[in-house]
């Protein structure tokens, strides 16, 4: 008879051992290994204030042995937390992220926006929402939403579309399976996302006597899934055939960090790479093959090689609607598609010959087995010829020297020019994005961050600071829209707290740009896109420009504040900003109108069908026009 002996344990709250477990896992990738946790962030309430808030402090000051502290901070609103973890992450390639801690009800449903946000995008986060007492004790309590037919259910039900992984703990022992699920779908490149773990403010202060085991250092291995090598044949069979074929690189190529394979690939066959807005910079836009962005906000050079394209090889990329102009940008009616992508469910889009694959090994595969391949030149000389026409859109629109206020084009082209090449510039939504897209000349895979999965306002401050924690080295860059600014500044008050040093680029063009000329195109008339008081005379709010100091604002958080009123002095102003140590808005008035860089696509927005309106006609009509272009079926 073998003698059955039982396992060490440790009596630890639900709350301390989770701490405790995140605090020692680590992801790898070639080799190399990292805290898969750098830090927690959070905001407290009676929901995690005694519970995973306790465990945080013992963390911190007086952590058990083998456990690792957990540097906390504090965050002013939840959604901008989990925006923060997001920058972090996809600075980090998505080797590391945060915990974000909130307290119950509102608390936690403020994370929501995050969690969507960081799903669509594919980037880990891991949320720990507070949720009502397993007990059920002392119901209602505080926040808690009743359900008199599924009483089970809370508000943090709310996170189950947008989570890629989603559990409720109700007893102590059902944290272990659930904790090991999580890491392995925060590390997995196909599955990652938000990560929820629903946290009953009960259970989180319950103890429970915890197998040792359960706390052992513990590496996740990111794959780099390889191609299977009959489905490698088969694209490779299709892009042989190729006449005119372009590559889509997507922020998978990124993530996966395949540049130099993706240069090496550009290299050797010569064919044109065009770019999403996650994937800009994964090839240098210097490189001959480089033709920069595709899709409603692309370049005319891009757009028109993708319009002709006979095979399109799209490496890590959703193929959003932007990407494909609402199905319209790939217009060769023989046209196939060749998807590369980690996740099966992309790589079947457009209805691909698609191979499952790591971006990095996959275009590595495909590079050998289209050995002896390459387009002809008389198709290399058209790209050139392409890029070089756009080039010189982009110079104009970079030094337009507009008046009397300048134009948002020409603070990118200063910021072009300025940012080193490990430098970051982060934004997310307004007219900013299309014209970054159109016109930002990528050097490396690190200065672009443009979140445009979920293209959410307020992203921008918050992810500064996540990717300046991932890069101490490099400067961020954020820029942010007025309209983006009053959406979420809060997190201008941590930035401070913890010493950290970004610049923050204030456009103030009094409203939205990107509303208001969609709204006018769209046969809308500009309705309520500018702030504006709210006129006696019309009943509109279309009167005086607001009061409200941008600047003003920026400076009560402790912030110095520098208002060029050109683009001469902009430039002094970045130079100033970059020279210091501390954390530094410049705030540039910028004209409403553009102009923005000519667009060559089209971005499917339906305008009403009818209308007693002559704009709203007019704009129906061309509406339809360009429906009959849309490629659905593919
Ligand atoms: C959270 C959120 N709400 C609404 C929108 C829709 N939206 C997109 S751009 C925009 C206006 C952005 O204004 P601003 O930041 O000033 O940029 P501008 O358009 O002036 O360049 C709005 C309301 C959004 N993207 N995100
Ligand atoms: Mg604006």
């Known amino acids: 008879m073998t003698e059955t002996t039982t396992p060490a344990t440790v009596r630890l709250t639900v709350g301390q ?100 946000l960081a799903t669509i995008d594919r980037i880990p986060v891991l949320l720990l929402p507070s949720d009502n007492f397993a007990t059920r004790a002392p119901d209602p309590v505080l926040q808690q939403l009743e359900n008199e037919q599924t009483p089970e259910a809370s508000v943090n039900d709310a996170f189950r579309p947008v989570s890629r992984f989603f559990d409720r703990i109700h007893r102590p022992e059902q944290l272990m399976s659930s904790a090991l699920a999580a890491m392995r779908v925060l590390t997995d490149p196909a599955e990652t996302g938000a990560v929820t773990i629903c946290l009953p403010q009960d259970v989180q202060a319950e103890a429970y006597d915890w197998p040792e085991e359960f706390f052992r250092r513990r590496v996740w291995h990111v794959a780099r899934p390889v191609p299977e090598p009959a489905a490698l044949e088969r694209a490779a069979e299709v892009v042989r055939g190729a006449r005119r074929p372009v590559l889509v690189a997507g922020g998978g190529v990124i993530y996966s960090e395949a540049s130099e394979a993706l240069t090496a690939f550009a290299d050797a066959t010569g064919i044109p790479v065009v770019d999403t807005q996650a994937g800009k910079g994964a090839i240098s836009w210097e490189h ?29 990329t959703r193929y959003t609607d932007f990407t494909t102009a ?12 060749v998807n590369l992508n980690v996740k099966a469910f992309d790589a079947a889009k457009h209805a691909a010959e698609m191979v499952v694959t790591d971006a990095r090994t996959g275009l590595a595969a495909l590079r050998a087995a289209l050995d002896g391949y390459r387009v002809a030149e008389s198709y290399s000389r058209e790209v050139t010829e392409r890029v070089a026409e756009w080039a010189r859109v982009t110079d104009e629109c970079y030094h337009r020297g507009h008046g009397p206020l300048p134009a948002q ?38 200065q ?15 992810a500064a ?36 040093k970004v610049v923050l680029v204030v456009l103030q063009n009094h409203g939205w740009s990107s509303i208001g000329s969609l709204s006018e195109s769209h046969g809308s008339q500009r309705f309520a896109t500018k702030y504006r008081m709210r006129s006696p005379e019309t009943g509109m709010l279309d009167g005086d420009k607001l009061p ?39 705030v540039i008035e910028t004209d409403l109108y553009g102009p923005n860089p000519p667009s060559s696509n089209w971005w499917d927005v339906p305008v009403s069908e009818v209308s007693r309106l002559e704009s709203t006609q007019q704009a129906r009509e061309e509406y339809e026009r360009a429906k009959r272009d849309q490629r659905p079926y593919l």
């Not at 920069?292 to 891009?302: D, E, F, I, K």
């Not at 996540?466 to 983006?484: C, H, N, Q, T, Y």
């Not at 009560?556 to 140590?581: C, H, K, N, Q």
């Open 548 to 586: 409200v100091d941008l600047a003003a604002n920026i400076r009560s958080y402790g912030v110095e504040v520098l208002e060029p009123g050109s683009i001469a002095e902009f430039r002094d102003a970045y130079a100033t900003a970059a020279g210091r140590d501390a954390t530094t808005a410049i």
């Open 17 to 116: 051992a989770l701490v405790r477990f995140l605090s020692v896992q680590y992801s790898e990738r070639d080799g190399v290994e990292q805290r898969l946790f750098a830090g927690a962030f959070g905001i407290f309430g009676h929901g995690n204030v005694a519970g995973v808030g306790q465990a945080l402090l013992q963390n911190q000051v007086d952590p058990a042995p083998g456990e690792e502290p957990l540097r906390f901070y504090q965050a002013r609103n939840e959604q901008n937390m989990v925006h923060t973890a997001v920058g972090y992450a996809r600075t980090a390639n998505r080797l590391q992220t945060f915990a974000c801690t909130a307290s119950i009800g509102p608390g936690s449903t403020n994370m929501l926006t995050g969690a969507a």
């Open 448 to 462: 672009y961050h443009l979140e445009y999965g979920y293209s959410c306002m307020g992203y921008e401050i918050p």
């Open 288 to 316: 001959p093959s480089a033709a920069g962005g595709v899709g409603s906000t692309g370049n005319s050079a891009a757009n028109a090689l993708a319009a002709e394209a006979d095979v399109v090889i799209g490496v890590g």
């Open 409 to 446: 084009t020409e603070v990118f082209g200063a910021l072009n020019e300025l940012l080193g090449d490990e430098d970051i510039l982060i934004n997310a939504a307004g007219s900013m994005p299309g014209d970054l897209q159109a016109l930002w000349r990528a050097r490396t895979p690190v």
């Open 326 to 337: 609402s199905r319209t940008a790939f217009r060769n009616p023989d046209v196939r598609f």
């Open 465 to 500: 600071m996540g990717a300046k924690l991932a890069r101490p080295g490099s400067e961020v860059v954020a820029i942010v829209g007025d309209g983006s600014y009053q959406m979420a500044p809060q997190e201008i008050a941590t930035i401070v707290a913890e010493g950290l």
